[in-house]
């Protein structure tokens, strides 16, 4: 046991955050970040689990099913990495790819997400996952 724990199937690394339903958040990976009219855009590859809506049985190059999405923050009035502060904008060019560990909720309206490119700590409204050529 890594010290997570199950609530209605999901692991404490996304617990409560309804964007995240069927999505095996600690398997997918960040490929870059932007920004657009007051949001965050993360750019990743999310493993979709057999509970959300667009799963489909894996292609055959794939041993899971990985679709290509959009995670949003938006009204994101700030986020903080490596010790820098800044808006979206100033940031999201700076910030690294790799795999994700863990999206939570921080308190105070804000949202932490770690994995392979380090602690990014986002203020904004939840989070919402837009997939990629879906219509899920």
């Avoid at 692991?11 to 870059?32: F, H, K, M, T």
């Avoid at 808006?87 to 392979?116: F, N, V, Y």
């Avoid at 939840?126 to 050529?133: E, F």
Wanted: proline share 4%; with cysteine.
């Amino acid at each position: 046991d890594h010290g997570n724990y199950c609530v209605n199937g999901q692991s404490d690394s996304q617990e409560g955050i309804d964007a995240l339903d069927g999505i095996g958040i600690s398997e997918s990976y960040v490929l870059s970040w932007s920004s657009e009219t007051e949001s965050l855009l993360v750019d990743a590859d999310l493993l979709l689990t057999r509970d959300h809506p667009a799963y489909e049985e894996p292609r055959p190059s794939e041993k899971q099913c990985y679709r290509p999405a959009w995670i949003e923050f938006p009204w994101c009035t700030g986020v903080q990495a490596s010790g820098r502060t800044g808006s979206a904008a100033e940031m999201a060019a700076t910030l690294g790819s790799g795999k994700i560990r863990e999206l939570r909720g921080a308190g105070d309206g804000s949202w932490e997400l770690t994995g392979e490119f380090g602690s990014v700590i986002i203020q904004a409204e939840a989070p919402m996952v837009r997939l990629k050529n879906s219509r899920a």
